[in-house]
């Protein structure tokens, strides 16, 4: 298998730094990733193989948070259900809007979406909340399924992964999967050095805390009841909900399954200078949870040498 398990534990991530290769490498050298059946429209990783086969469920809930991103969503649910009845998955789609201008349209969309497909959306008034990690942590809330699946709605996570990413949690192999770009048949698109660069800097400094070699992916699968363990403990703020869940849920079981991450065909990126200062402040907290000891003295050099290097990055 192309896919990467592991333990939760500083050890078994330590050596793996040469994953963060492929980050760097043009967009091809990877492994031969796009060779791996995961070119856009395609189901990577589970041709010929149900997805919910096995001791586990078929049932799914796929949670997508969005903000402005109307244009996406008939794409992303059409291409999702075509995916998942190939897998012979049973599952829901769960859309969850914070207010903006483009709510009208992507609620008149999922109400046409519905007339086909088990779609159902959510708007967020301010009061219940803002930003992705509460979304996501709402929309899990509300899902039908104990299974649970969290994905962009810009396409950059490709639809037909689904069924791969979910497989591993809902056959009962692991409590916790991640669609990884930093193993064998995983990638990215043609993204600019300097962001491979910040990505695999901030991506090394998380390697200890999560047992995956993607541990900023927001495409991720866990259950209900893995969530549970971390209620009252889980930080909604900032981006990185997975890597939250991974080290607050104390998830024994990871398993990184192999992605392409795309170009994003609509909507803008939801990342500012605000939310790299909030991730370094999770990873912080993070670290001061899982190693409270040594955690102080050695996130403070790791996050003030990434201040360093973004700022040197973005003022050259």
């Known amino acids: 298998s192309s896919s990467s398990s592991s333990s939760y534990s500083a050890s ?3 050596p793996r730094f040469l994953l963060l290769l492929p980050l760097l490498l043009p967009r091809g050298c990877a492994g031969g990733s796009r060779a791996r059946g995961a070119s856009r429209g395609r189901d990577p990783g589970v041709d010929g193989m149900s997805a919910g086969a096995g001791t586990g469920t078929s049932e799914l809930s796929v949670i997508v948070p969005t903000y402005n991103e109307y244009e996406n969503i008939r794409e992303l ?3 999702l ?3 998942l ?3 012979n998955l049973k599952a829901e789609l769960l859309v969850v809007d914070d207010e903006s201008k483009g709510t009208a349209e992507t609620i008149k969309i999922v109400d046409d979406l519905k007339k086909t497909y088990p779609i159902r959306i959510h708007v967020r008034s301010k009061s219940e909340g803002r930003g992705l990690s ?10 039908r399924y104990e299974t649970i699946l969290c994905m962009d709605a810009d396409l950059q996570h490709e639809p037909e992964s689904v069924p791969a990413v979910a497989h591993p949690v809902l056959t009962g192999q692991v409590e916790f999967s991640v669609g990884s770009r930093n193993v064998e048949g995983g990638g990215v698109a043609a993204w600019a050095l300097h962001r491979k660069i910040i990505s695999a800097g901030a991506t090394a400094l998380a390697w200890p805390l999560s ?15 893995v969530l549970a363990r971390g209620e009252g403990h889980i930080n909604p703020i900032g981006f990185k909900i997975g890597l939250e869940i991974m080290v607050r849920c104390r998830c024994q079981k990871v398993k990184d ?6 170009d994003r065909v609509a909507g803008q990126s939801k990342l500012s200078t605000k939310q790299n200062v909030l991730y370094l402040m999770q990873l912080a907290s993070l670290y001061a ?3 409270p000891i040594i955690s102080a003295l050695a996130v403070s050099v790791a996050v003030l040498s990434l201040l360093v290097l973004v700022k040197v990055l973005f003022n050259s």
């Not at 509460?134 to 899902?143: D, E, I, M, N, T």
């Not at 399954?257 to 795309?262: A, D, L, R, T, Y």
């Open 77 to 79: 649910c059409t291409r």
């Open 12 to 14: 078994s991530a330590s």
């Open 211 to 225: 047992g995956s070699t993607d541990p900023m992916s927001g495409f991720f699968c866990t259950t209900k009841k």
């Open 81 to 83: 259900f075509k995916a």
């Open 134 to 143: 509460s979304a996501v942590l709402l929309g899990f809330s509300k899902a």
């Open 257 to 262: 399954v192999p992605i392409m991450f795309q």
């Open 289 to 291: 949870d899982r190693h």
């Open 85 to 87: 009845n190939k897998a």
